[in-house]
């Protein structure tokens, strides 16, 4: 028998845009927060940078506004980006009543530059903020009784109300794979946020922790949403590169401190690429890295702060300092090997200024919705800043739909149906197919792209996802199969949105179109119905073991 939930919001993911949205809506009603394995699994935890928002007489909401346009290469949507920053203020209030403490210097916060940036306005604390703002949150979280925290639970599919209006359907809830039982279970709410973060682990090397399977894209792209901008994923220039510590992150700050890139014999090498050097955004910063490395087959590049007092790096970055030392690199006096490593999803569900998707009572919010603030490439330090702000337009949203509730369909998703499904004999095969999707994203569909690489992945992708659909269609699922299924699916969106688009802008660059296109538009992908894509897969399942 199906165990069941019962709630008003179902928050799926519990990083900073699930949690700030749980909290602005506990209030209101009650919460249910998900999160695949531990609260703080997500990428906040890792954040290091900080987040940006104007703090400063010398800089101004227009000036941050410019920034992140200017970065977003020509597809910012300029309402969403000032909607945004001039929230930013609000948002940092509100995050600093809940407890959180920046970094202070004699005459107000210390603020760090990052790339891309004109004016120092990024607010931190040290190199691990975002570890302040998800204890701040959990701390929050966890002392509130309107909320039900479930952890080592995996969303599988947002349940839809069929209707043959597909614009008119509704969401009902969500099936979730418990992981410490391997049962189903159903959670059935009024409303429903897709906070699950980004997707970055289609691709080989990343800076993101392993949940950043694009689960929430998937999960609305299978439900009927729109995406946007797919193909712009953003690859951080510098993660250390080191065996025993492929996926660290060194912060962007340590450039704003002053940190030069130099090539394995102490040259400098960003002026030849842009006039800012290290302080242009990161899409130039990681192909000018990318392009060095290729033409001078080096393994690595090299960040250099040994000009920096010892003092100032052991106080302003202890997290690297201390991660550095643990693979033996003291950053106080040798150089740190850099390679670029895919970082951040710009693109995702499309939703509107509240974070409404298109099925009616989904919402998305942080990492996996595209709100048309980050465009063809992410300014540093702005995502937190979108997690906070549009938590609460979020919440402030579903809070009116509450209040108007008519609760008629609570009951009606069918339990899950395993009559029809065996347990594997050979979960190997899914290993094999998480490293192919992702070495073959990462060849084939990384910084430099061309026609002919993108149409080898689309034939990879296209065998990888028809063996997966087998594998989904026989056998009981678990978490290596639920987030590989939600990995092709993202990687064939990104495929098809990068060949559509037939000009190189901010991250999407491709030798068969080297240049910008004038009037650029974002890449809307519309659903359709693929036999493989099948949107409510465990629904028709139903339907034909009842027929038989
Ligand atoms: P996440 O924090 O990634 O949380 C996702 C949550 O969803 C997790 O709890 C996960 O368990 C859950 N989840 C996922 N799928 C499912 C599922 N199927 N079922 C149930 N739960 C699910 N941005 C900045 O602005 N400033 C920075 O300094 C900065 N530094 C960064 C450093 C690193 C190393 C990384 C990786 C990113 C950094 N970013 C930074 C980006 C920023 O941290 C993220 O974009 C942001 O934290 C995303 O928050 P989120 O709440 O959307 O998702
Ligand atoms: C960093 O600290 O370099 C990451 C900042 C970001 O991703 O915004």
């Known amino acids: 028998m199906t165990l069941r939930f019962s709630t008003d919001v179902l928050v799926i993911g519990s990083g900073a845009a699930g949690l700030a949205t749980a909290l602005h809506l506990s209030s209101r009603g009650r919460v249910i927060v998900l999160s695949k394995d531990d609260i703080r699994d997500g990428s906040t935890n890792r954040a290091q940078g900080g987040v940006a928002a104007v703090s400063q007489p010398a800089d101004s909401v227009d000036a941050h506004v410019r920034d992140t346009i200017s970065a977003g290469a020509g597809l910012c949507d300029e309402k969403i980006v000032r909607h945004v920053v001039s929230r930013a203020r609000q948002a940092i209030d509100h995050i600093e009543d809940l407890g959180l403490e920046f970094d202070q210097q004699d005459n107000g916060p210390h603020l760090t530059r990052e790339g891309g940036h004109t004016h120092r306005r990024v607010l931190h604390v040290a190199d691990t903020t975002g570890q302040a703002i998800a204890t701040t949150l959990i701390n929050r979280v966890t002392s509130d009784t309107k909320i039900n925290i479930l952890t080592k639970r995996i969303a599988i599919d947002v349940v839809r109300a069929d209707t043959p209006n597909r614009h008119a359907a509704r969401t009902l809830g969500a099936y979730v794979y418990n992981a410490a039982t391997g049962n189903v279970e159903v959670i059935e709410a009024k409303y429903v946020v897709l906070a699950t973060g980004g997707a970055s682990k289609v691709y080989q090397y990343t800076s993101n922790p392993d949940g950043s399977t694009g ?261 009981r699922v678990n978490g290596d199969l639920i987030e590989l299924r939600n990995l092709i699916h993202v990687a064939e969106l990104m495929v098809q949105a990068a060949q559509w688009r037939r000009e190189s802008r901010g991250l999407h660059y491709t030798l068969d179109y080297p240049q910008p296109r004038t009037n650029p538009r974002p890449s809307i992908l519309y659903p359709v119905v693929d036999p493989l894509d099948v949107l409510q897969p465990i629904n028709r399942q139903r339907k034909q073991s009842k027929t038989r």
Request: with cysteine.
């Open 215 to 475: 689960d929430g894209i998937a999960m609305a792209w299978r439900a009927g949403c729109r995406v946007a901008n797919m193909e712009f994923n953003q690859f951080h220039p510098t993660c250390l590169y080191h065996p025993d510590a492929r996926s660290f992150l060194i912060s962007e700050a340590i450039r704003g401190e002053g940190g030069r890139l130099v090539l394995n014999n102490g040259e400098r090498f960003m002026d030849r690429f842009d006039p800012r050097a290290e302080m242009a955004p990161r899409d130039v910063v990681a192909r000018a890295i990318d392009f060095e490395m290729k033409r001078l087959g080096l393994e690595c590049v090299y960040l250099d702060i040994t000009h920096l007092p010892d003092k100032q790096i052991e106080q302003r970055f202890p997290n690297i300092l201390e991660t550095c030392l643990g693979v033996g690199i003291d950053i106080r006096r040798h150089r740190i090997p850099v390679v670029p490593a895919a970082h951040y999803t710009c693109g995702g569900i499309l939703v509107d200024k509240t974070g409404k998707t298109d099925v009616e009572g989904l919402y998305a919010v942080g990492e996996n919705a595209h709100t048309g603030l980050h465009g063809a490439n992410r300014l540093a330090s702005n995502s937190l800043l979108e997690c906070l702000v549009f938590a609460r337009s979020v919440a402030d949203d579903i809070a009116k739909g509450l209040s108007n509730f008519r609760g008629h369909f609570l009951g009606d998703i069918p339990d899950w149906d395993e009559s029809r499904v065996t347990d594997s004999d050979e979960n190997v095969v899914l290993s094999h197919n998480w490293s192919e999707l992702r070495r073959c994203m990462w060849n084939y569909v990384g910084i430099v792209r061309t026609n002919k690489r993108l149409e080898r992945a689309a034939r990879r992708i296209g065998l990888l996802k028809q063996e997966v659909h087998d594998y989904y269609s026989n056998y």
